[in-house]
């Protein structure tokens, strides 16, 4: 039985289509609920919500592109299902709580950064004394 392996293009494009639906999941959810018109607080919400995909989106591009870090390709894909799941869990309880969309955004900049951090440093760790 042969094993299957994916190629790091793959999984950039797995990690790319699994941060796109990650980032929608709270508008999904919030634009049925929206009754206000495009205003500048709306295009502020919309940012902050945003961002921290957007840039998980990029610093784990820089990584892949820079780093000599063996695996990093998987790591980040973890690391964005693991996003994904946190919005999942958390945006479905923004109707009754909409102080989530607030903290939800800073959760995931936490939340991936010390993911992404102890992961690299794992990864270095191990290198060395192999």
Known sequence: MSKMRLDNHTIRSLK?????I???VPWAIA???WNGGLSSDGLLLFAWITSP???FFVVTSLLEKYSSIKGIFHIDLVI???????????????PEESLVYLFAPLWIYIGSAYAL???????RLRGKNS
């Not at 951090?117 to 990864?123: A, P």
């Open 16 to 20: 790319f289509a699994v941060s796109l």
């Open 22 to 24: 990650a980032a929608s």
């Open 31 to 33: 634009l049925p609920e």
């Open 53 to 55: 995909y957007l840039c």
């Open 80 to 94: 964005a299902v693991l996003i994904l799941t946190f919005s999942l869990w958390a945006y479905p309880r923004a």
């Open 117 to 123: 951090g102890i992961s690299v440093l794992l990864t």
